[in-house]
């Protein structure tokens, strides 16, 4: 371990407030990435799962230091890691065969560990963490967009009129989605007359969101009905 931290390892005032310090520090800028992204969990929600976590762990450290040095100090921190799942749970959401959110549970879950380690003290392993989460979810994220294996998407897009359809194959093609596949049929009955529904199979990335395609098309067409079957 790094001597840099041994003065401040001791359980003093001084050591338990850069241990929330550091965990807000920490949680911030993977919440303010996870923000960046759109994500239900971001920068507020961060913080306070690794804030709970660091404050359980000195929790457990005051029990053993000032009460009972009999008592057990991972006992309360195992409960945060075992009980974050249903936080994580509430970030995972299921659209048909897509699922999303899966990253961002994970990303909750060790931030609950970070905040666990700079709570004990183990300030080393709790940059070494955070960096490394950094890593992942900025850097490993591009790598990982540009290597996915493309996943199909049935879309169903009602249109006024046809002469919007090579605009809208045009903007599917700017926006880098390939079309298996494209059946054009009259708009049932109770539809405006001469109303087009356009059926498309697309290969998308894994991550792809059918909602920026819906944007870059309301530039160009307007666009009656789009629904992800």
């Known amino acids: 371990m790094l001597k840099l931290f041994d003065p401040i390892r001791d359980f003093s005032f001084?050591?338990?407030?850069?241990?929330?310090?550091?965990?807000?520090?920490?949680?911030?800028?993977?919440?303010?990435?996870?923000?960046?992204?759109?994500?239900?969990?971001?920068?507020?929600?961060?913080i306070l799962v690794a804030l709970g976590a660091c404050i359980v762990m000195c929790v457990d450290q005051y029990l053993v230091t000032m009460i009972n040095p009999n008592a057990d100090p991972a006992r309360l921190g195992a409960q945060v890691i075992n009980g974050i799942g249903f936080l994580g749970a509430g970030t995972i959401l299921a659209n048909g065969k897509r699922v999303t959110g899966l990253t961002t549970a994970a990303g909750l879950w060790t931030m609950a560990c970070v905040g666990l380690a700079f709570g004990c003290g183990y300030f080393e392993g709790g940059f070494l963490a955070t960096v490394t989460m950094l890593i992942v979810l900025i850097v490993l994220h591009k790598v990982e967009g540009r290597t996915s294996t493309l996943v199909g998407m049935e879309l169903l897009i009602e249109i006024e009129k046809s002469d919007d359809i090579p605009y809208l194959l045009k903007t599917i093609k700017l926006c880098g989605i390939k079309v298996a596949n494209i059946t054009i049929n009259d708009a049932p009955q109770g539809?405006?007359?001469?109303?087009?529904?356009?059926?498309?199979?697309?290969?998308?990335?894994?991550?792809?969101?059918?909602?920026?395609?819906l944007d870059e098309l309301a530039f160009h067409i307007p666009v009656v009905k789009f629904e992800e079957l």
């Open 14 to 46: 001084l050591s338990i407030a850069l241990r929330v310090l550091f965990t807000c520090i920490s949680a911030g800028l993977i919440g303010y990435e996870r923000g960046l992204e759109g994500r239900a969990a971001g920068f507020r929600t961060h």
């Open 191 to 213: 539809a405006s007359k001469g109303h087009l529904e356009v059926r498309l199979s697309l290969l998308v990335g894994r991550n792809f969101d059918a909602s920026h395609l």
